[in-house]
């Protein structure tokens, strides 16, 4: 019987420990209520719609959360780096001389990391971000003057859960928008190109260069896989997907990139392999390595030697690249650091 008791009071307890938990964490904290405010990304005219998970709507104290994670070394086990320790905005996000992915309109991709090795959504990869390649040490936040509020404001719980980082990273990075290159506005019939770029953008988008199967229009990616005929032979890093999926129909392929600033960098491709946009345009050019499963793309009728493009043709291309370049985007202050 007095054990009986013993249980009930301390179910009882438990009860009232937890109910009062979850009105702190449910409801209000410290006297202040939930009520996250709506966040509207602003889409360009001329992008598509993109799909937004509902079950992480894109909030103003989201938002705000997930730009503070990104650049606090908090979020790191021994405090050592941030995202933004090698994604810097000055370059779109990315370390321009290495293989760091930029971080671009990826509101709109289903596919990340170069090999494709996390599909689903951005969440999806931001859970990857910080418990796989982080291993963030969330009790840190717990005692943190401001989080436990960040995080109740944004998620209505004041424990900082991995999860909700997750999901915080996730919705600022749906706010990266670039859509004010020369090229975007070109699209929006707000300025003109020069004769050369005009030249450059013609090639691109029809099958004389034949880009844009896969740096399509407007994002400038598909956010696709493909093995566009870097390599024949498969070793290490460049067996591509294949390396996630064992499929040898997978060798090869890697997720395009989007274009956005892509003149800024100095090492292109998953490996760095080219240094110049002219070598990247030589390649597509005249060095397209055949495989079972290259991109039946490279080797349309017509490409089966190689596109053809005179020297000028080739300067073109690269200064019809240059258009991509977004100083607004680059410059933008709500992607800044906020410390
Ligand atoms: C030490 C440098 C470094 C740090 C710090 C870093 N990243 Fe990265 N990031 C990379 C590299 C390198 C890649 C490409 C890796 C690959 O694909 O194999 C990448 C790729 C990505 C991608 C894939 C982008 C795409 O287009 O698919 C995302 C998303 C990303 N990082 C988010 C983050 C977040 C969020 C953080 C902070 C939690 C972070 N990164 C911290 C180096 C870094
Ligand atoms: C079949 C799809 C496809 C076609 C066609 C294609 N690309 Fe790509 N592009 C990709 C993929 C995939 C990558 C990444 C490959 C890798 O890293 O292994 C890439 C990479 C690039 C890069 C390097 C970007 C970076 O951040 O490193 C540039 C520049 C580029 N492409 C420009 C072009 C140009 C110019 C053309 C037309 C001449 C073109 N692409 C045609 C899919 C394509």
């Known amino acids: 019987m007095v054990k009986k008791i013993i249980f009930l009071t301390a179910a009882v307890s438990l009860l009232i ?21 709506p966040y509207s990304i602003t889409i360009p005219a001329h992008f598509p719609q993109p799909i937004i998970p509902a079950s992480n709507a894109t909030t103003v104290e989201g938002v705000k959360l997930g730009r503070m994670l990104y650049y606090d070394p908090l979020l790191h086990p021994t405090n050592s780096m941030s995202c933004s320790s090698c994604h810097f905005q000055e370059f779109g996000f990315c370390t321009p ?17 170069w090999n494709g090795m996390i599909s689903g959504t951005l969440e ?12 963030a040490d969330m009790s840190k936040f717990q005692n943190h003057p401001d989080y436990p509020r960040l995080f109740f404001e944004a998620f209505g719980s004041s424990t900082p859960t991995a999860e909700n980082a997750a999901k915080a990273l996730a ?27 005009a030249i450059g953008f013609n090639m691109f988008f029809t099958e004389k260069a034949d880009c844009f199967h896969c740096h399509s229009i407007p994002l400038t990616s598909d956010y696709q ?38 003149a800024l960098q100095s090492a292109f491709m998953h490996d760095n392999r080219f ?65």
């Open 124 to 135: 999806d990869a931001m859970r990857f971000e910080v418990n796989d390649f982080f291993q």
């Open 171 to 197: 919705q600022f990075f749906r706010t990266m928008i670039s859509s004010d290159s020369k090229f975007d506005k070109f699209l929006r019939h707000q300025t003109v190109l020069t004769m050369e770029e």
């Open 17 to 37: 420990v937890t109910s009062c938990k979850k009105e702190k964490d449910d409801t209000n904290f410290n006297g202040a209520p939930y009520n996250p405010t």
């Open 225 to 262: 896989l493909h093995n566009i005929g870097l390599d024949s032979v498969f070793n290490g890093v460049n067996v591509g997907h294949y390396a996630n999926s064992g499929n040898p129909a997978d060798l090869g392929k890697f997720r395009t990139p989007s274009l956005k600033n892509v």
């Open 275 to 339: 240094s110049t946009l002219e070598e990247v345009v030589e390649f597509y050019n005249s060095g397209v390595k055949h495989s079972p499963s290259l991109d039946p793309i490279m080797t349309k009728p017509g490409k089966e030697n190689g596109l053809g493009l005179t020297a000028y043709d080739k300067y073109c291309l690269v200064q019809f690249l240059n258009t991509m370049t977004d100083t607004v985007f680059l410059n933008n202050p709500a992607l800044s650091s906020p410390f």
């Open 97 to 113: 001389t290495n293989e760091v992915m930029p971080h671009v309109n990826l509101i709109y991709s289903n596919n990340f990391l």
